[in-house]
């Protein structure tokens, strides 16, 4: 296995996301690029990413998995800067990881056995679908963070709005205008601590998708040219707010 991408910032912030999550993961590369998909130890969230082989600009692989502490990884891809290329060739039990700039740098990783079986992204059913500006997701789930733990994701005659109720509260609301909604009514909450996470992803887009359902797991998309990140996140369900 040789692949290489002249863009490592792309799978660095990957990483970074996934490790909010998970410690370690399985790293898979196949025909169509990398991908990898965890579950947290809370058994509350999954992250998933894909990164096209369209992406690299070398890519001499079979079918191949590999182990890693996701830490370890983060810190290794952190060391390229924005105009260097890395190159990821893997040999016996280690990740070589060769960083090209005005010099070349080598790391190895030891790879590592992750008792896990393969996953997918479950196929779930939603009956709303929001697709709204990156920057006002961020502003409402931070809004929220300051006075709850936990916020609703609430449709109400074609209107979404991100509230969280405690002994203060907050509340944003998006029209058609300022978002796209195809949705039936439904309310939905989930904890803050996951989507604070979550929405460090929406930052390399414009645009984040949500698609939730009444007391349904939300499934949360970014997508870039050379990115997709997907997040799911069991809800709370509670008789009262």
């Known amino acids: 296995m040789l692949i290489k991408l002249d863009n490592p910032q792309l799978l660095s912030k990957a990483i970074e996301l996934v490790s909010e999550l998970v410690t370690e993961a399985r790293l898979k590369i196949t025909e169509f690029g990398m991908n990898l998909?965890?579950?947290?130890?809370?058994?509350?969230?999954?992250?998933?990413f894909k990164?096209?082989?369209?992406?690299?600009?070398?890519?001499?692989?079979?079918?191949?998995?590999?182990?890693?502490?996701?830490?370890?990884?983060?810190?290794?891809?952190?060391?390229?800067?924005?105009?260097?290329?890395?190159?990821?060739?893997k040999k016996e039990n280690c990740l070589e990881i060769q960083?090209?700039?005005?010099?070349?740098?080598?790391?190895?990783?030891?790879?590592?056995?992750?008792?896990?079986?393969d996953k997918e992204m479950p196929n779930l059913e939603f009956s709303s679908k929001v697709k709204l500006n990156s920057v006002d997701l961020i502003a409402s789930v931070e809004d929220c963070s300051v006075v709850a733990d936990a916020c609703s994701f609430i449709i109400e005659e074609n209107k979404f709005a991100i509230e969280a109720k405690g002994l203060n509260s907050a509340r944003s609301e998006?029209?058609?205008?300022?978002a796209e909604?195809?949705?039936e009514n439904c309310r939905a909450k989930y904890s803050l601590e996951y989507l604070s996470k979550f929405i460090k992803a929406s930052k390399l887009s414009d645009k984040t998708i949500l698609n939730f359902a009444e007391d349904h797991p939300l499934r949360m998309d970014v997508k870039t040219e050379h990115l997709e990140i997907n997040f799911i996140l069991a809800p709370r369900v509670e008789t009262e707010d």
């Open 51 to 89: 990164i096209p082989k369209s992406a690299f600009s070398q890519f001499e692989t079979g079918a191949e998995v590999l182990g890693v502490n996701l830490d370890s990884l983060k810190k290794i891809l952190k060391r390229a800067g924005s105009g260097s290329s890395i190159i990821l060739e």
């Open 174 to 178: 998006f029209s058609s205008d300022e």
């Open 99 to 117: 960083i090209q700039d005005r010099i070349r740098r080598n790391f190895s990783l030891n790879l590592i056995e992750i008792e896990s079986e």
């Open 181 to 183: 909604i195809a949705a």
């Open 37 to 48: 998909i965890a579950i947290d130890p809370a058994n509350v969230a999954m992250v998933g």
